[in-house]
């Protein structure tokens, strides 16, 4: 029998004027209980599924979404196919009230197709919609995406940025595991993904212990916490996270922000570029750059510069725009070979 996650930790009574630092800075996951009872969507989603959607369909200005959409066979899950060649689900763009229309005529069915509108910039999808539901970041600079389908499955996977995820509409189940149980959860290929993110290969409904023994271990550390409308979780950057929509109507708002420079670059280009130029080198040449990551770029300390003059240190000193740009442009050409 796997080990059953424990409760996530949860907070409540905190406005969304005036979200603490040590939150937004965490390396744990919060729930944050009732964080947006006061936007009006929550309001309307309080009242029916219909009055939200109507809610939504107030700020809709006629933009196309990408939506994914999957056959009622697959019961929600938006996942590989058996053989892992291709995917249970396919991606159309639509106008957004008709994909309202669409989540609402399913509802009438017993097994639904799935249909999920996947991480949609609210000001592109809803100009205005944020005037009147929002948090206050600080002086962070976050993308607001909106999340809006019915019974959905999302498998694992992790986000580069922190997260702060709020329920507007419906029930969200979110299990979360720490970035260190990557080898228990068998991620799958890292350069052909559902949505952009390497994800886990377990099924969380029917998980194959013979083909995946270690994923019990992977349960030891998992955190749950099922959310309603107004209840919002904050995510740390690269912690593992499955999704479940529970309800036939659901709407998530999250808000997506980095701790890094927007001149830096996403770190799985540097993974991938090891792959390319390093996995394969003999043992001990590998061991040896293992050694240089180390010195330079994992363990740095003011011994590894400290002997070459301040002026001549160029990438090895401070990291800057200029200096991303000029290091960027010699990558390059170094590829393009």
């Given at each position: 029998?796997?080990?059953?996650a424990?409760p996530?930790r949860t907070?409540a009574?905190i406005s969304p004027?005036?979200?603490?630092?040590?939150i937004l800075c965490s390396?744990e996951p919060w729930v944050?209980?009732?964080?947006?009872?006061?936007?009006p969507m929550v309001?309307?989603?309080?009242k029916s599924?219909q009055?939200?959607a109507?809610y939504?369909?107030?700020?809709?200005?006629?933009?196309?979404?990408d939506v994914?959409?999957?056959?009622?066979k697959?019961g929600?899950?938006?996942?590989?196919?058996d053989?892992?060649?291709?995917?249970?689900?396919?991606?159309?763009?639509l106008?957004l009230?008709?994909?309202?229309d669409?989540?609402?005529?399913?509802?009438?069915?017993?097994?639904?197709p799935?249909i999920?509108v996947?991480s949609?910039?609210v000001?592109a999808c809803?100009p205005?919609?944020l005037a009147e539901n929002?948090?206050?970041?600080?002086a962070?600079?976050?993308l607001?995406?909106?999340?809006?389908g019915?019974?959905?499955?999302i498998p694992?996977?992790?986000?580069?940025?922190?997260?702060?995820a709020c329920?507007?509409?419906?029930h969200?189940r979110?299990?979360?595991?720490?970035?260190e149980?990557?080898e228990?959860?068998?991620?799958?290929?890292?350069?052909?993904?559902?949505?952009?993110?390497?994800?886990?290969?377990?099924?969380?409904?029917?998980p194959?212990l013979k083909r995946?023994p270690?994923?019990?271990?992977a349960?030891?550390?998992a955190q749950?916490?099922?959310?309603?409308?107004?209840?919002?979780i904050?995510?740390?950057s690269?912690?593992?996270?499955?999704?479940e929509?529970?309800?036939s109507?659901?709407v998530l708002?999250?808000y997506w922000?980095?701790?890094s420079?927007?001149?830096m670059?996403h770190?799985?280009?540097?993974?991938?570029?090891?792959?390319?130029?390093?996995?394969?080198?003999p043992?001990?040449?590998r061991e040896?750059?293992?050694n240089?990551f180390s010195h330079?770029?994992?363990?740095?300390?003011?011994?590894?510069?400290n002997?070459?003059p301040?002026h001549?240190r160029?990438?090895?000193?401070p990291m800057?725009?200029d200096v991303a740009?000029?290091?960027?442009?010699q990558i390059l050409?170094?590829?393009?070979?």
């Amino acid at each position: 029998m796997l080990p059953k996650a424990k409760p996530m930790r949860t907070i409540a009574g905190i406005s969304p004027q005036a979200l603490p630092d040590d939150i937004l800075c965490s390396t744990e996951p919060w729930v944050l209980e009732g964080l947006v009872d006061s936007w009006p969507m929550v309001q309307a989603a309080q009242k029916s599924g219909q009055a939200a959607a109507d809610y939504l369909r107030g700020f809709y200005r006629g933009a196309a979404v990408d939506v994914f959409l999957a056959e009622s066979k697959f019961g929600g899950n938006f996942f590989y196919n058996d053989d892992v060649t291709g995917f249970t689900f396919h991606t159309e763009r639509l106008k957004l009230d008709a994909v309202l229309d669409e989540i609402e005529r399913s509802a009438l069915n017993v097994q639904p197709p799935a249909i999920y509108v996947g991480s949609a910039e609210v000001e592109a999808c809803l100009p205005g919609f944020l005037a009147e539901n929002d948090v206050d970041l600080g002086a962070r600079d976050p993308l607001a995406s909106i999340w809006i389908g019915n019974r959905t499955r999302i498998p694992a996977h992790y986000d580069a940025p922190d997260n702060l995820a709020c329920v507007a509409v419906g029930h969200r189940r979110f299990t979360l595991f720490p970035p260190e149980a990557l080898e228990d959860l068998y991620i799958g290929p890292l350069d052909f993904t559902p949505a952009g993110q390497p994800v886990s290969l377990v099924d969380f409904a029917y998980p194959d212990l013979k083909r995946f023994p270690k994923f019990a271990n992977a349960m030891k550390s998992a955190q749950v916490a099922e959310l309603g409308p107004g209840d919002a979780i904050f995510i740390p950057s690269m912690w593992w996270h499955r999704v479940e929509a529970l309800d036939s109507f659901n709407v998530l708002v999250n808000y997506w922000w980095r701790q890094s420079p927007d001149y830096m670059d996403h770190a799985m280009n540097a993974l991938m570029l090891a792959l390319l130029s390093v996995r394969d080198l003999p043992k001990e040449q590998r061991e040896a750059w293992g050694n240089m990551f180390s010195h330079y770029v994992f363990h740095p300390s003011e011994q590894t510069t400290n002997h070459i003059p301040e002026h001549a240190r160029r990438i090895l000193g401070p990291m800057t725009a200029d200096v991303a740009r000029m290091l960027r442009a010699q990558i390059l050409k170094k590829l393009n070979r």
